[in-house]
């Protein structure tokens, strides 16, 4: 009984500890799940032009799970080259935005590898962390007016 218990204090213990070191990883790479402010316009931005195709039962939200059901069509819309990769050129062009610097900080947050080039699991990703993100209320629907409520100007 008392190894038993000391048992779970150590495991709790190196929890605690690889816990810790994750937050300190989260915070290094600024993936917090809140988001600063540019962040969460710049995944509104991304978002906007896309919410009726994510929404094709035109419930009047967007689930971060629809990302998975509607995003081949959304890629290849992006993909001009038909690269399998969305460069940062592409990403510029589908986006219909004039707020080019939101545009920029959104592909530095979906280019998760930095290779300047979005696969179809970081652009899948990245959509599903911008919807669940800009879910203000976390009730697990973007609504257009939690959208809104993010877009610059
Ligand atoms: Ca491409
Ligand atoms: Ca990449
Ligand atoms: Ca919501």
Redesign the pocket.
């Known amino acids: 009984m008392v190894n038993g218990r000391y048992r779970n204090t150590v495991s709790t213990f190196a929890a605690t500890v690889v816990l810790g070191f994750a937050g300190d990883a989260l915070a290094e790479s600024n993936t917090s799940p809140a988001g600063s402010e540019a962040e969460l316009a710049a995944h509104a931005v991304i978002i906007n032009p896309l919410f009726d195709e994510l929404d094709c039962e035109s419930l009047g939200?967007v689930q971060p799970g629809e990302v998975d059901e509607h995003a081949g069509p959304i890629f290849s819309s992006f993909d001009i080259d038909r690269s399998f990769g969305i460069s940062r050129a592409e990403w510029y062009g589908g986006a219909i935005s004039k707020e080019n610097s939101l545009v920029a900080l959104s592909f530095e947050m979906a280019d998760a590898n930095s290779d300047t080039s979005l696969n179809y699991l970081e652009f899948t990703t990245y959509l599903k962390r911008a919807v669940s993100t800009l879910?203000?209320?976390?009730?697990?629907?973007?609504?257009p007016a939690?959208l809104r409520a993010y877009l610059p100007g």
């Not at 879910?135 to 609504?143: F, P």
């Open positions: 939200y879910d203000s209320n976390g009730d697990g629907e973007l609504s939690e």
